[in-house]
Nanobody
Framework: QVQLVESGGGLVQAGGSLRLSCAAS????????MGWYRQAPGEQRELVAT???????NYGDSVKGRFTISRENAKNTVYLQMSSLRPEDTAVYYC?????????WGQGTQVTVSS
């Protein structure tokens, strides 16, 4: 079992920045696939960014060049630095990891970008 706790969401004006954090309840050193997804009202959950244990990253097309994912294994934490935020980035952001053949999700953190 792994618990994930997100933090760092909030209200920001367009063009602003936020950093999300996701703390895992166990060591993430051997967990390869971790990332962030988001879901806006009435929309399907979509990929934001993923990162492997080796540091390889993958981003959704809509956030490339604006968001940066990173991980700090010593703190069992994954981060999402979001810059140049747009109103269409408004969503609940979920932390995700895959471990022992199971998906784990955090409870989500709301990000609201005002125009």
């Amino acid at each position: 079992q792994v618990q994930l706790v997100e933090s760092g969401g909030g209200l920001v004006q367009a063009g602003g920045s936020l950093r999300l954090s996701c703390a895992a309840s166990r060591s993430i050193f051997r967990i390869n696939a971790m990332g962030w997804y988001r879901q806006a009202p009435g929309e399907q959950r979509e990929l934001v960014a993923t990162i492997t244990n080796g540091g390889s990253t993958n981003y959704g097309d809509s956030v490339k060049g604006r968001f940066t994912i990173s991980r700090e294994n010593a703190k069992n934490t994954v981060y999402l630095q979001m810059s140049s935020l747009r109103p269409e980035d408004t969503a609940v952001y979920y932390c995700y990891l895959f471990f022992m053949a199971r998906d784990y999700w955090g409870q989500g953190t709301q990000v609201t970008v005002s125009s």
